[in-house]
């Protein structure tokens, strides 16, 4: 691993720093028309869709320059590079590589200018961890697929405008992960409802979602019939490179630095007690390790190699750091841990405990720490199947 950038890269990096002193003001001066500013410098920057290919709208860049943006941006707290989150990371990327040429054009440019949200039908109730085994049926009827099932855990299905959602169109197949289909749906179709999940915090990032015979033309499938799996998991391999995940573990873990700094215990600063500097370390060596772990997984993204299941590795880290760093955050607190944002006393506006409580967003989005380890100890580590 070569921890060296080149001139060129340099020079990026360079790039981009120049453009965010100039473009983005502090946290505090981002009001007003600054999103609206935002959203369309970037765009314009062709940042939108960075690593997408040129002939689609995308940036054209390299693996390494798009890591060197990511990692700039998460240290300065930037906004989002969009704001169609699912379409971003997981929906753009498949109709891409797998998309007819009028998918490429009906999505892909509304995708890159944010004009609204995708949500991702992948988890069932009945299913577990297990997404291989989903049993939401689509059954073939002419020119439409007619859908029948539920879905669960959908992420920002209450305000989606369209689904990719995974069906199972031949059952029996063996193996499991064989027969099943990949649907583009809207979600004003006759048929779909959504019923969102509120958290401890009072969010709904999920929802359930259920299919009464929702009829999606056969122009709305995604790729072949019956290779839904190979799509999904090319899919999912664009959301997690954990490089980005790690500058912001480190802008928290500074924050969480700076709640020592100002709170008490016994009477002394908290940081100079030596069983919170301990925990401290702690957190900074194990985003240290992520870190690390991220680079290997860059280097060999940059050599053309594929990167797998490995990458569960810091979906894993990442989603019990975001809850300790939160805990550890309201245990400085003392008595004033159990006040809200609702509390004109509460400590940082309640920052942590929102974050404590809105945990399910970290944790359940992209695959449960059960089926991360599954993952690891299948795939990485040869163990039995579960």
């Known amino acids: 691993m070569d921890f060296n950038l080149t001139p060129e890269e340099e020079a990026f990096r360079g790039d981009v720093r120049s453009f965010l002193d ?15 500013r935002w959203a369309k410098v970037v765009r314009e920057k062709r940042w939108v869709g960075f690593s997408w290919p040129r002939d689609v709208g995308g940036g054209g860049a390299t693996v390494m320059q798009q890591a060197i943006l990511k990692e700039e941006l998460s240290q300065r707290a930037a906004p989002p590079l969009g704001t169609c989150i699912m379409g971003l990371a997981w929906v753009g990327p498949a109709i891409i590589q797998h998309g007819t040429e009028e998918q490429k054009r009906q999505f892909i440019p509304d995708i890159l200018d944010s004009k609204y949200q995708w949500c991702t039908g992948y988890s069932e109730p009945a299913v577990g961890s297990d997404l291989a085994a989903l049993q939401c049926r689509g059954v073939r009827d002419g020119d439409h697929y007619v859908v029948t099932g539920q879905k669960i855990w959908t992420s920002l299905a209450e305000w989606a405008k369209w689904m990719i959602l995974l069906v199972r169109t031949e059952v029996g197949r063996e193996p499991k992960h064989e027969g099943i289909t990949c ?10 409802t959504v019923k969102p999940i509120r958290d401890l915090a009072g969010h709904s ?14 122009e709305n499938r995604l790729g072949e019939e ?4 190979q799509i999904t998991l090319g899919a999912l391999a664009n959301e997690r490179s954990g490089i980005a995940e790690v500058a912001g573990l480190r802008r928290r873990l500074d924050r969480l630095r700076e709640l020592a700094r100002v709170r008490t215990l016994d009477g002394r600063p908290a940081l100079e007690d030596a069983r919170v500097r301990r925990r401290l370390a702690e957190f900074h060596t194990r985003i240290s390790a992520m870190r690390f772990n991220g680079l290997r997984f860059l280097t060999r993204q940059v050599k053309g190699e594929s990167v797998g299941s490995e990458t569960s590795i810091n979906k ?13 955050g309201i245990e400085l607190q003392g008595s004033y841990g159990a006040l809200t944002g609702g509390s004109d006393e509460a400590v940082a506006g309640g920052h942590w405990q929102k974050q404590a409580l809105g945990w399910g967003t970290t944790v359940i989005g992209g695959g449960t720490p059960n089926v991360q380890k599954n993952i690891i100890a299948e795939r990485i580590l040869g163990l039995p199947h579960d």
């Open 22 to 36: 100039e473009h983005l003001p502090p946290e505090s001066d981002r009001g007003g028309m600054f999103p609206l």
């Open 183 to 192: 649907l583009l749906v809207p979600m004003d179709s006759p048929g779909l």
């Open 205 to 218: 990032f999920f929802a359930e979602v259920f299919f009464d015979g929702v009829r999606v033309p056969v």
């Open 226 to 229: 019956g290779k839904g799996w």
């Open 316 to 328: 894993l880290h990442a989603a019990r750091l975001e809850q300790q760093l939160a805990e550890f």
